[in-house]
């Protein structure tokens, strides 16, 4: 295809502003998918995207469009995942188009994920088209929101595009303002191949599908294929387009956008960001950008079943087929037994692999409360990376490193007052200020990723009654005056139950958990001491009382088979106890007390 008639775009917008509704319909207006074949949200192929509206992993389609200037062109709709958690991926996406389709419900306005993402597309330099969505609720206020899209990207409020993806309204004329705004793809033909990888999604069947977008030079059928940032060589067996299902061709040339079919069955092995080129005509240099994914946010994986074990394992193996960023290794908890120390991108995406494998592969798992990773370094100025709060280091430490993120907020101005409270009280440092309209503000903020971590978007959304927005990325790490808080039963430190806090939040902490403990754990035949200690110190102290349990004495004499019935009932509940020490702990209390509420 001549790269003159292409154009690469994709769509930012928040959840439920409209993004996979809009794509059908521009499915069904390039005729790529018929009004029979057609059903709700095409390209969300995952279930649990489906159920959850969330786009996880994105793809890519491409859309043949005779425009009303007389030219047929070729549009490829690239989309990218919206959360915060990907945003690596979402910039990857991003560096394969020339523009984007800026999508704001017209009732609701634009939201924190929505403004970082347009960050990252300016960043990119991509053309921005506004466009407000569902302008045929009745709750639509389009003009207020055209000024505020105004105000953010600096143009005029009348450049801002009004469609209805629900109805169709509007959404041909957005097309022919990709055509005309979105500049054509630039790269020498002649050149070496390179090709962008922006997704990869293993398929059971076909092995590691992966989507590329092709920069310069030409990438054919049947030849060899290099990655640039492991020199690992492939043998290309299929190259094609998505439209809307695979279509394999002869190849892809500048400033296509197609997928790839190695036979490689790990997504490791074909990593988003890296470079593709020819192997009879390498290119040297790669596109600029690449960086291997790094787990942000570790918690300990446990089957709730112990013979479960080998089975988490499989499943473990299976999803990091398709999950390049999921890393996991064996761990052995007092507490909880064998399970797994697991590293994710973020919050969401350990919530979504925890979701899959229950779902998906039927386990029952308990996981601890997850926590970020520090870099701890000794007197001796040896460094030690803890991933596990159980493995903080004894012995003299100079100093701790967190890792911090730049957040931002938005909200109605009614709750900057709460919003900078609860920033303030999770040890951030405001950095500015925005208001968007005379309702509405931006408000950005250094934070440690342990206090986002820890239920932050839970109490933002409770202090601001469901109205604020939050996005945050990474920007690197800080020293801060952290301790390990031990709590301890019986003088035995309970592993899953260490955290690594805030030195001014060590004491909350230990008064917090030892009070919760005592309520979940059940008396036993002894006293027994609930302690939260850091290093020698007890800081807090909770005591369960002892007991004598005589479960028959409730039987008034006579019924023997009841009181039989009583005595088995007893020894079931004893199987699901966890011994810590000689204490019996029911697994639920393990459970209730790893939640955050
Ligand atoms: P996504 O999360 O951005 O992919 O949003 P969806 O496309 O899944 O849309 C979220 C909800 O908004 C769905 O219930 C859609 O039917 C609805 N929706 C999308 N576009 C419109 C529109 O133009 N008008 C109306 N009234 N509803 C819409
Ligand atoms: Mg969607």
């Given at each position: 295809?001549?790269?003159?008639?292409?154009?690469?775009?994709?769509?930012i917008?928040?959840?439920?502003h409209?993004k996979?509704?809009?794509?059908?319909?521009?499915?069904?207006?390039?005729?790529?998918?018929?009004?029979?074949?057609?059903?709700?949200?095409?390209?969300?192929?995952?279930?649990?995207?489906?159920e959850?509206?969330?786009?996880?992993?994105s793809?890519?389609?491409?859309?043949p469009?005779?425009?009303a200037?007389?030219?047929?062109?070729?549009?490829?709709?690239?989309?990218?995942?919206g959360?915060?958690d990907?945003?690596?991926?979402?910039?990857?996406?991003?560096?394969?188009?020339?523009g984007?389709?800026?999508?704001?419900?017209?009732?609701?306005?634009?939201?924190?994920?929505?403004?970082?993402?347009?960050?990252?597309a300016?960043?990119?330099?991509?053309?921005?088209?506004?466009?407000?969505?569902?302008?045929?609720?009745?709750?639509?206020?389009?003009?207020?929101?055209?000024?505020?899209?105004?105000?953010?990207?600096?143009?005029?409020?009348?450049?801002?595009?009004?469609?209805?993806?629900?109805?169709?309204?509007?959404?041909?004329?957005?097309?022919?303002?990709?055509?005309?705004?979105?500049?054509?793809?630039?790269?020498?033909?002649?050149?070496?191949?390179?090709?962008?990888?922006?997704?990869?999604?293993?398929?059971?069947?076909?092995?590691?599908?992966?989507?590329?977008?092709?920069?310069?030079?030409h990438l054919?059928?049947?030849?060899?294929?290099?990655?640039?940032?492991t020199?690992?060589?492939?043998?290309?067996?299929?190259?094609?387009?998505?439209?809307?299902?695979?279509?394999?061709?002869?190849?892809?040339?500048v400033g296509?956008?197609?997928?790839?079919?190695?036979?490689?069955?790990?997504?490791?092995?074909?990593?988003?960001?890296?470079?593709?080129?020819?192997?009879?005509?390498?290119?040297?240099?790669?596109?600029?950008g690449?960086?291997?994914?790094?787990?942000?946010?570790?918690?300990?994986?446990?089957?709730?079943?112990?013979?479960?074990f080998?089975?988490?394992?499989?499943?473990?193996?299976?999803?990091?087929?398709?999950?390049?960023?999921?890393?996991?290794?064996?761990?052995?908890?007092?507490?909880?037994?064998?399970?797994?120390?697991?590293?994710?991108?973020?919050?969401?995406?350990?919530?979504?692999?925890?979701?899959?494998?229950?779902?998906?592969?039927?386990?029952?798992?308990?996981s601890?409360?997850?926590?970020?990773?520090?870099?701890?370094?000794?007197?001796?100025?040896?460094?030690?990376?803890?991933?596990?709060?159980?493995?903080?280091?004894g012995?003299?430490?100079?100093?701790?490193?967190?890792p911090?993120?730049?957040?931002?907020?938005?909200a109605?101005?009614?709750?900057?007052?709460a919003?900078?409270?609860?920033?303030?009280?999770?040890?951030?440092?405001?950095?500015?200020?925005?208001?968007?309209?005379?309702?509405?503000?931006?408000i950005?903020y250094?934070?440690?990723?342990?206090?986002?971590?820890?239920?932050?978007f839970?109490?933002?959304?409770s202090?601001?009654?469901?109205?604020?927005?939050?996005?945050?990325e990474?920007?690197?790490?800080?020293?801060?005056?952290?301790?390990?808080?031990?709590?301890?039963?019986?003088?035995?430190?309970?592993?899953?139950?260490?955290?690594?806090?805030?030195?001014?939040?060590?004491?909350?902490?230990?008064?917090?958990?030892?009070?919760?403990l005592?309520?979940?754990?059940p008396?036993?035949?002894f006293?027994?001491?609930?302690?939260?200690?850091?290093?020698?110190?007890?800081?807090?102290?909770?005591?369960?009382?002892?007991?004598r349990?005589?479960?028959?004495?409730?039987c008034?004499?006579?019924?023997?088979?009841?009181?039989?019935?009583?005595?088995?009932?007893?020894?079931?509940g004893?199987?699901?106890?966890?011994?810590?020490?000689?204490?019996?702990?029911?697994?639920?209390?393990?459970?209730?007390?790893?939640?955050?509420d």
């Amino acid at each position: 295809t001549d790269p003159s008639v292409i154009r690469n775009f994709c769509i930012i917008a928040h959840i439920d502003h409209g993004k996979s509704t809009l794509a059908d319909r521009m499915l069904q207006v390039t005729g790529v998918v018929d009004d029979r074949s057609m059903r709700a949200q095409y390209l969300d192929r995952m279930d649990i995207e489906r159920e959850r509206g969330i786009t996880i992993k994105s793809q890519a389609v491409r859309l043949p469009f005779a425009s009303a200037d007389g030219t047929d062109y070729v549009l490829n709709l690239i989309d990218t995942p919206g959360h915060v958690d990907f945003t690596y991926e979402v910039s990857r996406s991003l560096a394969a188009c020339e523009g984007c389709i800026l999508l704001v419900d017209a009732a609701q306005g634009i939201e924190a994920q929505t403004l970082a993402n347009l960050y990252l597309a300016l960043e990119n330099d991509l053309t921005i088209i506004p466009v407000l969505n569902k302008i045929d609720l009745p709750a639509a206020q389009p003009e207020k929101y055209a000024a505020e899209l105004a105000h953010i990207i600096g143009c005029d409020p009348g450049d801002v595009l009004r469609v209805s993806a629900k109805t169709g309204v509007g959404v041909s004329e957005l097309l022919e303002e990709v055509v005309r705004q979105v500049p054509a793809p630039t790269g020498r033909a002649e050149g070496p191949a390179r090709a962008l990888i922006f997704d990869s999604v293993y398929d059971a069947y076909r092995g590691v599908v992966t989507y590329v977008r092709v920069v310069d030079g030409h990438l054919s059928k049947r030849e060899r294929i290099l990655m640039l940032s492991t020199k690992a060589t492939h043998e290309m067996l299929e190259v094609g387009v998505i439209s809307p299902e695979p279509v394999p061709g002869d190849g892809l040339g500048v400033g296509e956008v197609g997928y790839l079919i190695t036979g490689v069955k790990d997504v490791r092995q074909s990593k988003v960001g890296d470079t593709v080129t020819s192997v009879s005509k390498p290119a040297t240099e790669m596109l600029g950008g690449y960086k291997d994914p790094r787990p942000m946010v570790f918690s300990g994986l446990y089957p709730l079943d112990g013979d479960d074990f080998s089975n988490l394992r499989e499943a473990l193996e299976k999803l990091q087929l398709n999950d390049a960023a999921l890393v996991w290794e064996p761990e052995t908890s007092a507490a909880l037994g064998f399970g797994f120390r697991c590293g994710f991108l973020g919050l969401l995406h350990l919530e979504i692999v925890r979701e899959r494998l229950e779902r998906e592969f039927k386990l029952d798992l308990i996981s601890t409360a997850p926590n970020v990773v520090y870099r701890v370094v000794m007197d001796d100025g040896s460094e030690r990376i803890v991933t596990n709060p159980s493995e903080f280091p004894g012995g003299k430490i100079a100093e701790i490193h967190e890792p911090v993120v730049r957040s931002t907020i938005l909200a109605p101005t009614e709750f900057v007052g709460a919003i900078m409270e609860l920033c303030q009280t999770r040890r951030g440092t405001l950095l500015g200020m925005d208001y968007l309209s005379e309702d509405r503000v931006e408000i950005k903020y250094t934070l440690p990723l342990a206090e986002i971590v820890f239920d932050f978007f839970d109490q933002l959304k409770s202090r601001t009654r469901g109205y604020a927005s939050l996005d945050y990325e990474p920007t690197g790490e800080q020293v801060s005056q952290l301790v390990k808080v031990d709590i301890l039963l019986q003088g035995e430190a309970v592993d899953a139950f260490s955290a690594i806090v805030h030195t001014d939040k060590a004491y909350a902490y230990g008064v917090d958990m030892t009070k919760k403990l005592r309520e979940l754990i059940p008396r036993q035949q002894f006293e027994v001491p609930i302690q939260a200690a850091v290093g020698a110190r007890v800081i807090a102290r909770e005591n369960i009382r002892a007991i004598r349990k005589d479960v028959l004495a409730k039987c008034y004499g006579g019924d023997i088979t009841r009181k039989r019935k009583l005595l088995e009932k007893q020894k079931e509940g004893k199987k699901r106890m966890k011994m810590v020490g000689r204490v019996e702990v029911p697994q639920e209390a393990f459970i209730a007390a790893l939640s955050t509420d």
